[in-house]
């Protein structure tokens, strides 16, 4: 059974950071690419950052240069470090992954950036 659960949400002023955690079970984390999503209110949910098992990170242009995607193998846990933020980044942020043709999410942190 594939489990995401993530943390690390909060209030925090323009201009602040934060760090998103998501811990993963029920799969091989090392042979998988995982993802940070984010929902906001009245638009469809965006692909925010993706780390492959090996190989180059992939931003959204919103968030690129403020935001880094890394992982911890030995963890089986995924972080998002949100430098910089603004406003237009709160949100509900999830984690994702695809295993088998089946997509996974965790139940989401919410993140709300003060102006």
């Known amino acids: 059974q594939v489990q995401l659960v993530e943390s690390g949400g909060g209030l925090v002023q323009a201009g602040g950071s934060l760090r998103l955690s998501c811990a993963a079970s029920?799969?091989?984390?090392?042979?998988?690419?995982l993802d940070w999503y984010r929902q906001t209110p009245g638009k469809q949910r965006e692909l925010v950052a993706s780390?492959?098992?090996?190989?180059?990170?992939n931003y959204a242009d919103s968030v690129k240069g403020r935001f880094t995607i890394s992982r911890d193998n030995a963890k089986r846990a995924v972080y998002l470090q949100m430098n910089s933020l603004k406003p237009e980044d709160t949100g509900v942020y999830y984690c994702?992954?695809?295993?088998?043709?089946?997509?996974?999410w965790g139940q989401g942190t919410q993140v709300t950036v003060s102006s």
């Open positions: 994702h992954v695809s295993r088998l043709g089946h997509d996974y």
């Open positions: 029920g799969i091989i984390f090392s042979s998988h690419a």
């Open positions: 780390i492959p098992s090996l190989g180059r990170t």
